[in-house]
């Protein structure tokens, strides 16, 4: 799952009544979910083959359950990283990280419920089992499938979010039908790995604060966790959605901004304190994971801050000007 697409609006929101929301329905192709995963239907019952909605949740800890209906598949896409437990009859499904550009299915006419344990955002569609051969629908293969960072699908996030109101119903359309297609192609997971107890788990990320600025091995976490490496690994990448090496780097580029944004050293400086060997290896690695160099990123942080300390400039009221006019 990439590290963080950018979670810009991507809905019509104008103030309105309740005869303007009539007028603007047709408009609004990605819809703003006031319900997890539930979208309003048209008047007349009707729906379109694909439809795609947005969930946000700024809350740090909230939980939902529904519904798929009887003739859609639902695909989640998550826009930013989640902790999520996704369960069905006291089962669960998934408990972990979801890093933004995670993908995960439901088919027709299955309850899900779900335990947020962060602010989340999700970009969701909804297609008709219509659109899948009819294979996929008899076997009931893409039931409950959880795909970490799925590059194809994160990258049709992005494109419909980078949209936003520039996107029409054509272009959502073709979206939906493409990632559709890619879901029935996927070579699907034969072997169902456990995530890594938490207890391990909790190790590891201690141990990784405790020494990220130093070089750390696989086997090393591993040694950690009670593990063999190929255990590791992979129970590693259910919990958190990354591989070890992966989370290492995230945990370094994210003390880095902590630093740029609070300090003066100079770029080499920070590398080097926070386990990277080169200034030029810092600057790629996050650059990839953040979208920016570590350069512009601080300048750009320092632009927020400044807007934020900067105090509201109030007007003078008719009553002063006229009492400085007057003493003039």
């Given at each position: 799952m990439s590290n963080n697409l950018q979670a810009a609006d991507a809905w019509i929101d104008l103030p309105a009544g309740a005869r303007d929301r009539e007028v603007l329905r047709p408009t609004q192709v990605i819809a703003r979910e006031s319900r997890w995963r539930q979208i309003d239907r048209a008047p007349d019952g009707a729906t379109e083959d694909v439809t795609i909605?947005?969930?946000?949740?700024?809350?740090?800890?909230?939980?939902?359950?529904?519904?798929?209906p009887d003739d859609r598949y639902f695909i989640g896409i998550a826009l930013k990283t989640a902790r999520a437990k996704l369960t069905r009859d006291r089962q669960i499904i998934f408990d972990g990280t979801m890093p933004a550009g995670t993908l995960y299915v439901t088919a027709p006419s299955k309850s899900l419920g779900v335990q947020f344990q962060s602010p989340c955002a999700f970009l969701h569609v909804h297609i008709s089992a219509d659109r899948l051969p009819a294979h996929v629908v008899a076997t009931d293969g893409l039931n409950d499938l959880v795909l970490l960072r799925d590059p194809l699908a994160?990258?049709?996030?992005?494109?419909?979010?980078?949209?936003?109101?520039?996107?029409?119903?054509?272009?959502?359309?073709?979206?939906?039908?493409?990632?559709?297609?890619?879901?029935?192609?996927?070579?699907?997971?034969?072997?169902?790995?456990?995530?890594?107890p938490k207890w391990r788990l909790r190790r590891v990320e201690q141990y990784v604060a405790d020494h990220f600025h130093r070089c750390i091995s696989l086997s090393e976490?591993?040694?950690?966790?009670?593990?063999?490496?190929?255990?590791?690994?992979?129970?590693?990448?259910?919990?958190?959605?990354?591989?070890?090496?992966?989370?290492l780097l995230n945990y370094r580029t994210e003390q880095a901004k902590m630093l740029l944004a609070t300090t003066e050293r100079p770029l080499a400086?920070?590398?080097l304190a926070v386990g990277f060997s080169t200034q030029a290896h810092f600057s790629t690695v996050f650059k990839r994971i953040s979208g920016e160099s570590p350069a512009r990123w601080r300048?750009?942080?320092?632009?927020?801050?400044?807007?934020?300390?900067?105090?509201?400039?109030?007007?003078?009221?008719?009553?002063v000007g006229w009492i400085a006019s007057a003493a003039a």
């Open positions: 909605s947005r969930w946000e949740d700024s809350r740090s800890s909230s939980s939902h359950e529904t519904t798929t994160a990258e049709l996030a992005k494109a419909l979010i980078e949209q936003s109101d520039a996107a029409d119903r054509r272009f959502t359309q073709c979206i939906g039908q493409t990632l559709a297609m890619h879901l029935t192609r996927m070579e699907l997971p034969r072997v169902r790995v456990n995530a890594l976490l591993a040694n950690v966790a009670g593990l063999s490496r190929m255990h590791f690994a992979a129970q590693f990448r259910i919990a958190t959605g990354y591989r070890p090496r992966e989370y400086e920070i590398a300048l750009a942080s320092r632009d927020e801050r400044l807007e934020v300390e900067a105090p509201p400039r109030r007007r003078p009221s008719p009553e």
